[in-house]
């Protein structure tokens, strides 16, 4: 994002929560932030400067080795916290709405680790994510979705006896008359794109990378 | 003495709640921290801890990190923790040997020092990877069987009932088809004239783990009962319905826990900690006899790259040198590389010479990473090199296994995210012999002298 326009105080202290959001400097993001708001700097350009911008430089450390799954997590957080504090300057019908994913592990699969990797980058990525955890029934996600109406289901299976449960809530949401509700990713080590295609799913993510990418894909 | 499990389910009630999220990262700052106050460092040139002096700093934060953080309970959202007097009973109390097999074919698997000459057990057998039909996996398991350098092997999964019905974790088609695979184990066993034969598998849910138990066509109080730790130190019931099953049976507790690099361990240094304190959750939680110490590396689809190597063997090295408890290598199962390549045969190696020199078993088979839904994904010739390249790197020093892990990084790390597939059984067997292909025994034998020259001595 562009804020070379802006004045220069402006400039800097946009650029300080930026640097304090890829720091996961909680203190001073937040003072940077009020500092922000004091200053009645558009909190869109905020926003879209510092977070968007932070969480996409967040990703690059984690896509580098350099962060982990604690420190997406950490600066998540952070960013909702940081995004609480600007957006308290926007008028409510101008908040842009965020993308809602409900996402989990299928039935009977206990893997939470490349889920957990996808949640978090998600969230990072802009979306907001609804975790329901692993050993989730296809129901149970048709339901969340429904009642928080969702805009995505994302699934994981890690293993050839649950991948199965991908297909399930595909052929559930088919039978109900409300596929067309809700957009459908799945991921997860044996899950390949041509599964997908095969079962009819909106998108694959080979990795939370990747996951993040074809989710921003699917909605433009 | 053991903390009784009882006490155990109760403490899953009674302990302190706690928001998984808080709990994951609560073992971030704790590892951060344990590594800072220990001097954990990894150094990528040194694959292997000769000392050990890093490896006892690692077993005294992991020893650390467990009694201060617990094992997290998803069922019940509390973190159970038990005593530093407790943990030193139950680490004193765990048995030093345990006896698995039958008849001819039974043996004794002990607490094994740090290049010590005690005998390393082997399981290998294509570990939880689908068959096509029952007659493809009999005749691989058959295959895996004849071969005297192991003394176990791992079963798998069918991927349809009768053809047509699909294979469903958690719905009653599982128990059926796991109980199918036993019962086509026993069967292979039998005809390979090995029928006291250690055999393992382990469903994704309890019934159908417990329901493969059967002293008649399934398997037996003489093999082990797996019990999982979810990464990273937490436990579901549905794991300790295993343990409970086993206790109740007197079938021996085989537990498996394995850190994350990536994960809340974050870096190689968290990963070896967490890999200890999972070791310890195993014993007093789900009260395991003997257990697979590990570590994973989330971004990488093998468990033989460098720093997992260091953190896994790290671990191993620390629970050995400071315990006398049983314990589980395996680094060497999942090669990112397919069958029928030299580096599936690398990777393994490299993996199964740092468990074995460090006091590991390897009983956790081997397969590929990533098989997917491909059917027949392994043959009898990689578990074989499993169980002669175990057997082999007993009594070799960690000099040793420094030098010849070195060179064989310098053959595979740089493939590790593009590996080769590989092909299946058909490809990579003759049908009708059940013999490798001539390329393939051929590689095999390549591959074989070229570890000769590196000083490796083959049992046969």
């Not at chain 1, 890829?22 to 869109?44: C, L, M, R, Y």
């Not at chain 2, 407790?86 to 020092?113: S, W």
């Not at chain 2, 080769?420 to 074989?448: A, S």
Request: glycine letters at 10%; a negative charge.
């Amino acid at each position: 994002m562009e804020i070379s326009k802006l004045p220069q105080e402006q400039q800097d202290l946009l650029k300080s929560l930026k640097k304090a959001i890829v720091a996961i400097d909680e203190d001073t993001a937040k003072k940077v932030a009020q500092d922000i708001v004091g200053n009645d700097i558009d909190p869109k350009i905020a926003i879209k400067y510092a977070i968007a911008g932070g969480a996409i430089a967040v990703g690059d450390k984690f896509d580098t080795g350099e962060y982990f799954l604690p420190h997406l997590v950490m600066a998540g957080d952070l960013m909702d916290e940081v995004g609480k504090i600007l957006e308290k300057n926007i008028p409510a019908g101008q908040l842009e709405k965020k993308r809602l994913v409900v996402i989990g592990a299928v039935q009977g699969d206990m893997h939470s680790v490349g889920k957990n990797l996808v949640s978090t980058m998600l969230r990072s990525g802009g979306f907001e994510v609804h975790d329901m955890g692993v050993d989730v029934s296809s129901m149970a996600f048709i339901d969340r979705a429904k009642e928080l109406n969702a805009d995505m289901i994302a699934l994981s299976s890690l293993l050839t006896t649950t991948m199965p449960y991908l297909k399930e809530v595909v052929e559930d949401l088919k039978a109900m008359g409300i596929r067309e509700n809700f957009k459908i990713m799945i991921g997860g080590g044996p899950v390949t794109r041509d599964y997908a295609e095969e079962i009819g799913a909106d998108g694959y993510g080979k990795d939370a990378i990747e996951a993040v990418d074809e989710a921003k894909k699917i909605f433009s | 003495m053991r903390i009784p499990f009882n006490e155990i389910l109760l403490r899953t009630k009674q302990g302190p709640i706690i928001e998984e999220k808080t709990f994951d990262l609560s073992l971030f700052k704790k590892t951060q921290e344990l590594q800072k106050r220990y001097d954990i460092k990894y150094n990528p040139e040194n694959p292997v801890d000769i000392s050990g002096e890093l490896a006892d700093r690692v077993y005294r934060a992991g020893v650390e990190l467990f009694l201060d953080i617990g094992a997290y309970c998803t069922n019940t959202r509390r973190a159970v923790k038990v005593t530093e007097r407790e943990l030193l009973a139950e680490i004193d109390a765990c048995p030093d040997a345990v006896e698995l097999g039958q008849g001819d074919d039974r043996v004794k698997m002990v607490h094994r020092d740090v290049e010590g000459n005690q005998e390393a057990i082997v399981v290998a057998g294509i570990q939880t990877a689908p068959f096509s039909d029952e007659e493809m996996m009999y005749k691989i398991y058959k295959g895996c069987a004849m071969d005297r350098c192991i003394e176990g092997i791992w079963g798998g999964i069918l991927l349809k009932i009768d053809g047509k019905y699909d294979v469903i974790a958690g719905a009653p088609s599982e128990i059926y088809q796991y109980r199918k695979t036993v019962e086509i184990m026993r069967r292979a066993i039998n005809d390979a004239g090995r029928p006291g034969m250690i055999t393992i598998n382990n469903a994704p849910s309890s019934a159908a783990t417990i329901a493969m138990f059967d002293e008649e066509a399934g398997l037996r109080k003489s093999d082990y009962m797996e019990s999982t730790g979810m990464s990273e130190l937490k436990v579901a019931y549905d794991d300790l319905n295993r343990s409970a099953y086993a206790l109740a049976h007197g079938v021996s507790i085989h537990g498996t826990h394995s850190s994350t690099i990536g994960g809340f361990s974050a870096n190689p240094e968290g990963a070896t900690i967490t890999a200890v304190a999972g070791s310890l959750q195993l014993i007093t939680i789900h009260k395991a006899e003997s257990f697979r110490c590990g570590t994973v590396d989330s971004r990488i689809k093998s468990r033989l790259s460098r720093n997992q190597l260091w953190a896994a063997g790290t671990a191993i090295q620390a629970l050995n040198r400071n315990t006398r408890l049983i314990v589980d290598g395996s680094i060497g199962d999942h090669p990112g590389a397919g069958p029928g390549t030299k580096q599936y045969l690398y990777e393994s190696a490299a993996g199964h010479i740092i468990s074995t020199v460090m006091g590991g078993h390897s009983t956790e088979g081997t397969r590929k990473f990533v098989v997917g839904n491909t059917p027949n994904y392994g043959t009898p010739l990689e578990s074989r090199w499993m169980g002669e390249v175990c057997k082999a790197a007993v009594g070799v020093d960690r000099k040793t296994a420094d030098r010849i892990v070195k060179y064989l990084l310098s053959k595979y790390e740089d493939k590790l995210k593009d590996a080769p597939d590989g092909d299946t059984f058909e490809k990579l067997y003759d049908m009708e012999t059940l013999e490798p292909l001539p390329h393939y025994q051929q590689l095999y034998g390549e591959v074989k002298a070229e570890f000769e020259n590196q000083g490796l001595k083959f049992r046969g």
